[in-house]
């Protein structure tokens, strides 16, 4: 088994790579000054708002957030676990990946043992409808739903025989069986044994971002219950972060614009049938904010599609509820409700797939439904019912990020209520006086008032600095927040000066203060590049300062209370005299 890769290799590996040539390679990057641009990758945007430094060896999108190194990006981009984007970019070098001595973590080879069984039991499934005795029934319930041999195969449809031990005996070998249970493909019974959880069904692979079949949901033939039945929660499936037909809806489309949520998988295969390809659907879970991220870094605009009786607007209105916290600029949420009766299945059979498309594009807008569905509830007519939509659609804009959308949708409530637009964001978001402070001021503000963060910045921006500062730095028992993070990155950049910054960022990975550091690192920097050095030199004495008046207190203090010993006395004479100079020259 493999172990840990070596610190010193990535650090070695990533001054090798270049973040430019590899991302070109996938992108068509500009050249804009001393940067290239493109637009974003994990984000829809018609204006260019990713860039990528060749000095530093980062990425930073302004658009979306995403930022990183070489490391990351292969990470995101090509779907790579950690180890895999080492070792993908270790090829492309010619470099051979180390290992540490020791074994990898056990439980990342449980994980690996999970996917290799789930393949299996998948070819397994697939293989039963084309052999097994039974499945001319599973076949011909496709075929009456319009489906193809072709859509089939795309989506890796296959069936669960009838009987108790089909799959039970194709996983022959108690440890098969052992993964097959802790998957949950297995059932163990009371009295001992294993039963199969999956019988007499169609099924359907779920596949994760990768492509990796994580868990399986199945559809009876008839009418016996429940209809749809999934995966339980396993060490690899998570219903309420993945979606059905994600992976399948990348491949399909180059480039997607928006993506449809579904009620079920049969929606989703049906829908690509005809042609629309943008289909996605839950795993038996309301839309979960986890699944919101994940569909907003693939696209910009999201279209919840539910029926149009009593349940599909209870499901809408949990999805809208579930969306508004991660509805930042330029992400957009739709619904599309059916007639009573109809799903997407039977509806884009009955009007084709143009029509069912051009539906998508004339959805409902989340502003209006959720205003609709507020004044339903009130008499809209009188003050009190005004007062009353204000109370009720409160906690619901309070969800909202800080963003223009939020502003919109606060003069839209205004209009309704009738309300002033000021008094309305007092009631809604509370005094906004220092929110609302302007920030093209901050980083000069930060890099003055705050040393500790204008030297974290300096060093993430030219961690060469740090190869002439070495210790003791003396302000290392200062008590201030960030002072162990800054002794970290001088002690960091001191022993490997050659470090970029996208190199230095990914010693913290993992690590909670990995998105502070990614985040300051992408703030303008008020100095010009040949200050810098002063700059951070001058931020490191006024720690010292800080440090040394801060002792000073302690020292007075503790002397008004007890006696001092020798060593303080001598102590704080000389940090007096430091304070003092001219004073000391004079006695």
Request: glycine share 8%; charged share 25%; proline share 6%.
């Amino acid at each position: 088994m493999a172990g840990r890769i070596p610190q010193s290799f990535i650090d070695e590996l990533l001054n090798r790579v270049d973040i430019v040539d590899l991302i070109d390679a996938r992108l068509q990057l500009k050249k804009t000054g001393r940067e290239y641009q493109a637009c974003c990758p994990f984000h829809n945007e018609k204006t260019p708002s990713f860039t990528v430094s060749p000095g530093k060896q980062f990425y930073h999108c302004f658009g979306c957030g995403a930022h990183g190194s070489a490391v990351g990006f292969l990470m995101e981009y090509d779907n790579l676990a950690f180890p895999e984007a080492i070792e993908e970019l270790a090829r492309s070098v010619g470099m051979e990946v180390p290992r540490e001595a020791g074994s990898q973590p056990q439980v990342d080879q449980q994980r690996s043992d999970h996917y290799a069984l789930l393949e299996r039991v998948d070819r397994f499934y697939r293989s039963q409808l084309r052999e097994h005795a039974e499945s001319g029934k599973a076949v011909e319930y496709l075929k009456n739903r319009g489906l193809s041999g072709e859509i089939a195969q795309t989506f890796g449809l296959g069936y669960a025989p009838p009987g108790w031990d089909s799959l039970l005996k194709h996983l022959h070998d108690p440890g098969s069986q052992s993964l097959a249970v802790e998957l949950g493909l297995l059932v163990e019974r009371e009295g001992g044994g294993c039963y199969d959880r999956f019988r007499d069904r169609v099924m359907f692979p779920i596949r994760d971002r990768r492509g990796r079949c994580i868990g399986f949901g199945g559809r009876v033939l008839g009418d016996e219950k429940p209809k749809y039945m999934n995966s339980p929660e396993s060490p690899v499936f998570h219903k309420g972060q993945e979606l059905y037909g994600l992976f399948e809806a990348r491949k399909a489309n180059q480039k997607l614009e928006r993506l449809l949520v579904v009620e079920g998988y049969m929606d989703v295969v049906a829908l690509a049938q005809f042609g629309l390809t943008n289909a996605v659907a839950t795993l038996g879970t309301a839309t979960t904010p986890e699944h919101l991220e994940r569909l907003y870094r693939t696209v910009n605009e999201v279209v919840f599609c539910f029926d149009g009786d009593a349940a599909g607007s209870r499901a809408a209105w949990r999805a809208l509820e579930n969306a508004l916290p991660v509805l930042r600029d330029g992400r957009e949420a739709r619904f599309l409700f059916l007639p009573d009766g109809e799903d997407p299945d039977t509806m884009v059979r009955r009007i084709g797939a143009d029509a069912f498309r051009q539906k998508t594009v004339e959805s409902v807008p989340l502003s209006r439904f959720l205003y609709e569905s507020l004044s339903q509830q009130v008499d809209i007519s009188s003050v009190d019912g005004r007062a009353r939509l204000v109370e009720l659609a409160r906690p619901l804009l309070k969800k909202l990020p800080d963003s223009v959308f939020r502003d919109l949708m606060l003069e839209q409530l205004s209009e309704l209520s009738g309300l002033k637009l000021a008094q309305l964001q007092r009631r809604i978001l509370g005094d906004t006086t220092e929110a609302d402070a302007p920030m093209v001021s901050q980083p000069r503000r930060d890099l003055s008032r705050s040393p500790v963060r204008s030297a974290i910045r300096l060093l993430l921006e030219q961690p060469a600095l740090g190869a002439g500062i070495d210790p003791p730095y003396r302000f290392d028992d200062l008590d201030l927040p960030g002072v162990a993070l800054l002794i970290e990155l001088l002690e960091l950049t001191s022993s490997s000066p050659h470090l970029t910054t996208g190199g230095l960022l990914e010693h913290w990975r993992g690590r909670p203060e990995a998105s502070h550091l990614a985040r300051l690192a992408t703030t303008p920097l008020m100095v010009p590049a040949d200050g810098c050095e002063q700059e951070l030199i001058g931020a490191l004495q006024r720690l010292i300062e800080q440090r040394d008046s801060q002792r000073t207190e302690q020292l007075l203090l503790k002397g008004r209370d007890s006696t001092l010993s020798d060593a303080e006395k001598t102590e704080i004479k000389q940090l007096l005299a430091n304070r003092c100079p001219t004073q000391e020259a004079s006695e």
